[in-house]
């Protein structure tokens, strides 16, 4: 999927071996550097040729009144976007007093490298001026994951055959507000086309200067935003190693400082410029304040030195992958693309300290900088196994934005909390209900990822002081949202089902449906989770208990409530296709002919008025599918299996949250080649960018779900019900998988082989597990070697609509499939094929074709 003579394959390093201006936008993502708080792009260090030159800090955002074109009681108000921060990035080359300018230069060498054990950009150049002078250039670009606020940046001047005048200019800009390498504000870009996936853009001023100044190589900007008030401030000084003489000369204003270093180079003596870069950022405390902080972060690291700093990032790193590696045996490209994904979920999560995890993470302004509920179910998995604090802080953030999400659910008449389905600071920020505020299954999401987190740490001290705050507030929402339906016309007698009406699943082709079966199911674990755990509370921490009680004014019959509110959930569930029906009416709907759909008419949402997507049963991401994997205990094998080959033919992949989940559950139910497929396409989404929009940031949920794929559908891992098991996938390409969890405390190395699966135990407790039902203990310091009978049932291809072949309904009518393109009614006549768009989307034999005169037609 990718171009190997430009990208080749090496395990620990994504390379580049030439540039192409035309994809810079791609490049800028992959080559992207951050550390969950602070994130640069991979922008050119010249300053020029960029899509979009980003800094980002992770929470620094502006706020706008949400203008709606017709306005109703409860609608968001309040839209945030990140902010794109003051750029450091800039270093630009000059010699003769020519600059180096990447596109007309006579470049004769050229490398860049992400090296993701060193967590360090480095990039070689090789120029010849036109004066005939070889000038090699070499960059090397880190964000520090031990210190937080700190970036570190250096170039390396060698000219190699002549003596030459060379300047460096170092320089801070605010990109945000339109300021240039140049000074002054650039002719305006091109617009880009309309996609609801990107940022929204402010164009009034929003940096307002604060403090401005130059202190010998040192130079300070900060800022305070217009609307939300945050302030931030960037620092950032110069050391200059060379045996050339030199000479510095300064700028600074309002929005652009300029240290430039003018050398008398001799040929073959390098001159290496170091930039230590500081930015802190703040919900309100003043930028002086904030200069000091960074003043503070530059005096410690300079004193320690630009070494230490590498060394310090190694160190870190080696610790990172030690319990966080994923290797796949004899598959190097498989193996880069894995390590590239989790170097992601450490440059989004590992810093974040207590703010969200953006979609794009610090990678690019995609989605506005905003959190959503990929945060819980994509990546805190991986935390939670892998690196527990950064899942607990990630935790946290969801308790701190308790209070905005209580008042949301007030606003929508619903008792407890609602939490946004995108934000930053904690208040709703979508302004299309339809498919923001009605994904009210967000609350089921974030209790379940308590749940996960405490399950696989035993954090019962996080959960009893403020994650049990989070599982009460979330079942209280369900208990006033749903209804009670009996079938005797008593409630609380026999025949007594408790429905969820108006909501949108995760699938957003989908949206305000009646008992949305994945919102149901969420639902129905919220509310046991949280009846589970006061009484857990009430018996084994009985002063918590008691704290937790008085707080939230919790009412004696409340958890039994919850309890028969679960109990009683109605599961929507076709006896005659034999399978779970999205929601109430997803089956009356018609089949979208995903087959015979143009190429160029995907993705659908760029392409079809939302109205015309609801009316067909078509999916944008796994929906039911995710619910089969994240509840699969509570699913049979045989449902599983008929309701993945139903939903599959339907599913367009158009969101990068799909691919993750297909492969899982196509490797549970047999569809192995398939599970693979499905693989190597979340695996490559940005990396080949697939959805064409990899310029916007990193996919982080995608790399989060990669991990997920390998570990839970190749590598078999459940944890229903809090207990560990394992009934592996493992291709059969593929001679080894190993991976590592963390449980209760215990480090367990897990490999999986195609006869075997080994599990050894670091020091901590013993661990008890099943392998595929069969109960097992690995003691602290040993191994369990459990010998395998196959890797599952193997069924081969993939499902196909033509499955369903003259299939009916509840009410009797065929299930047929059409496009939105035919002129003439639904369903397909003979007499309509000519005037149809594209392909004919009729397959012969396999779906059934109407006449006008209602009777159908055999052999179409």
């Known amino acids: 999927m990718m171009d190997r003579d430009r990208f080749p394959v090496d395990p620990w390093r994504l390379i ?20 969950g708080y602070l994130g640069l792009r991979g922008n050119f260090p010249e300053g020029r040729w960029a899509q979009e030159h980003g800094t980002f800090l992770n929470g620094f955002h502006e706020t706008f009144p949400i203008r709606h074109a017709e306005q109703a009681y409860g609608f968001a108000e309040v839209g945030q976007i990140i902010i794109n921060a003051p750029d450091a990035k800039v270093m630009r080359v000059y010699v003769d007093d020519e600059p180096l300018s990447l596109d007309i230069a006579d470049i004769r060498e050229y ?148 240290s430039i270093f003018r050398v008398h180079a001799r040929a073959g003596v390098p001159t290496r410029l170091v930039k230590f870069v500081a930015y802190h950022s703040s919900r309100g405390v003043p930028a002086r304040e904030l200069i000091d902080r960074c003043r503070r972060t530059l005096d410690r690291a300079m004193s320690e030195g630009a070494d230490k700093q590498y060394q310090m990032q190694r160190a870190w790193l080696d610790e990172f992958w030690s319990r966080s590696d994923v290797r796949i045996s004899g598959r190097d490209d498989l193996q880069q693309a894995t390590r590239w994904c989790l170097f992601q979920l450490a440059q989004a999560s590992a810093r974040a300290d207590g703010q969200g ?83 009210y299954h967000i609350n089921a999401d974030i209790s379940y990822a308590l749940a996960k987190y405490i399950r696989a740490t035993g954090d019962d001290d996080f959960l009893y002081r403020e994650g049990v705050d989070i599982a009460v507030e979330t079942a209280r929402l369900w208990t006033t949202l749903g209804f009670w339906r009996s079938s005797d016309g008593i409630i609380d007698g026999e025949g007594e089902t408790f429905h969820i009406h108006g909501v949108t699943g995760p699938d957003e082709y989908t949206t305000v449906v009646n008992d949305n079966l994945f919102t149901n199911v969420m639902a129905r674990f919220n509310l046991r989770f949280a009846a589970r755990t006061v009484r857990e509370m009430a018996e084994q921490a009985p002063e918590a208990y008691a704290l937790m009680v008085d707080r939230l004014g919790l009412g004696a019959d409340e958890p ?135 310029p916007d940031g ?20 459940r944890d229903h019900f809090g207990e560990l098991s394992f009934d592996p996938r493992l291709p059969a390409e593929w001679p080894e998988l190993s991976y590592v969890l963390h449980w209760h405390g215990t ?39 459990v010998p395998l009978v196959g890797q599952g049932p193997v069924i081969p291809g993939r499902p196909t609509f033509g499955q369903f072949a003259n299939a009916r309904r509840e009410d009797g009518t065929f299930l047929s499939a059409s496009l939105p393109t035919v002129t003439s009614a639904v369903p397909v006549t003979t007499e309509a094929i000519p005037v149809i768009t594209g392909a004919i989307p009729v397959v012969t034999g396999v779906l059934p074709v109407v006449g006008r005169d209602g009777e159908l037609v055999e052999d179409a």
């Open 16 to 35: 580049e071996t030439s540039m192409d201006l035309d994809d810079v936008g791609v490049t800028e993502t992959l080559f992207a550097v951050g550390n």
């Open 111 to 258: 490398e860049r490298v992400l090296d993701m054990k060193d967590g360090v950009l480095r990039r070689h150049i090789l120029w010849t001026t036109p004066a005939g002078k070889d000038v090699r250039i070499d960059m090397d670009r880190m964000v520090s994951f031990e210190e937080k606020h700190l970036a570190l940046l250096s170039l390396t001047v060698t000219v190699l055959n002549a003596d030459a005048p060379i300047s460096i200019s170092s320089q801070l800009v605010n990109r945000q507000d339109g300021e240039d390498v140049y000074g002054g504000t650039p002719l305006a870009s091109k617009k880009s086309a309309f996609d609801p996936r990107r940022a929204e853009h402010i164009e009034e001023r929003v940096l307002q200067p604060q403090d401005y100044w130059q202190d010998g190589a040192r130079s300070a900007l900060s800022y305070r935003v217009a609307d939300s008030g945050m302030t931030m401030a960037v620092l950032t000084d110069h050391v200059l190693e060379t045996e050339n003489s030199y000479e510095v000369r300064r700028l600074i204003e309002p929005d652009i400082a300029k």
């Open 357 to 439: 995890i953006p979609a794009k993470g610090v990678t690019g302004s995609g989605y506005s900088g905003h959190y959503f509920w990929d945060t819980e179910i994509y990546i805190l998995p991986f935390l939670a196994y892998t690196s527990p604090l950064w899942a607990r802080n990630t935790l946290r953030m969801r308790y701190l934005m308790l209070p905005a999400a209580r008042h949301r659910a007030e606003q929508l008449n619903e008792a407890g909390a609602l939490f946004p389905w995108r934000t930053i600071n904690g208040e709703e920020a979508s302004a299309y209900y339809a498919a923001g505020t009605a994904q």
């Open 560 to 694: 039994d409530e919850w309890e028969r509110a679960a109990e009683a959930m109605h599961i929507p569930y076709s006896p005659a296709l034999g399978i779970h029906p999205q929601d109430h009416v997803f089956l009356e709907r018609e089949v979208w002919d995903l087959e015979h759909t143009p190429k160029e008419q995907r993705p659908l949402l760029l392409h079809f008025h939302p109205l015309v997507i609801y009316r067909y049963q078509v999916l944008k991401q796994a929906d039911v599918v995710l619910a089969l994997f994240l509840q699969g205990n509570h699913f049979t094998d045989e449902e599983k299996l008929a309701d993945f080959e139903y939903y599959d033919p339907l599913t367009t992949g158009d969101s990068t949250l799909s691919a993750v989940v297909q492969s899982i559950l196509a490797a549970e139910v047999g569809y192995q080649d398939l599970a693979l497929e499905y693989f190597r396409e979340a695996i490559y989404v940005d990396l080949a960018d697939l959805h064409n929009n990899a």
């Open 698 to 717: 990193v996919h982080v949920a995608s790399a989060g779900g990669v991990w997920t794929a390998l570990v839970s559908g190749f590598g078999g891992m």
């Open 747 to 785: 480090r367990l190395d897990v490999t999986v082989r195609r006869d075997e699966i080994a599990i050894r135990a670091g020091e901590g407790d013993a661990v008890a597990f099943l392998v595929r039902g069969q109960e097992f203990t690995v003691d602290p310091g040993g191994e369990v070697v």
